[in-house]
């Protein structure tokens, strides 16, 4: 059931979950190799993206809206580091850390005021820029996820 138009926290939940499946469904079909492949200059890669989106939601969910420090959480410090793929990271393994942490972001912002704010390098950030900064930032890595997986496609 889709949520009233008038409810602003169901509308912008729904459309954050939207965006994290499709997230997610960048690693629909590959394999551990297909997903590890360099298409582009960048270090960019399929498995990397949902990896760095899953750092995305640590870091603003995790951290700043609950206030859980970020080595705490065993982020990287840069952005840059977070599409780095380890050895021992799959399809499997990387998937699962991404929908725990989306889980796990649900329920931190599931009992506040949109309104609420918290600290970060932007200045002070509302959870609703919150939300609307993951919608962002999902929708344009979902985005590079599709061109990704549409070339590795081709090269088969």
Request: aromatic share 4%; proline share 4%; hydrophobic share 40%.
């Amino acid at each position: 059931m889709a949520p009233s138009p008038h409810d602003e926290r169901a509308l912008l939940a729904d459309a954050l979950d939207r965006q994290r499946e499709e997230v997610a469904a960048i690693l629909d079909g590959l394999d551990d190799t297909a997903a590890r492949a360099r298409l582009v200059p960048s270090a960019t890669t399929p498995l990397g993206l949902v990896k760095h989106l899953t750092f995305v939601e640590r870091v603003w969910f995790h951290s700043r809206v609950a206030g859980v420090p970020r080595a705490e959480l065993g982020l990287p410090d840069t952005v840059e580091e977070s599409f780095v793929i380890d050895e021992e990271d799959t399809v499997a393994s990387v998937r699962a850390t991404y929908l725990a942490a989306c889980e796990r972001s649900r329920e931190i912002g599931g009992g506040r005021d949109l309104d609420e704010t918290y600290s970060s390098h932007h200045g002070e950030t509302s959870l609703r820029a919150v939300h609307l900064h993951l919608l962002t930032e999902l929708a344009r890595h979902a985005g590079h996820g599709d061109i990704l997986v549409e070339l590795l496609g081709s090269e088969g």
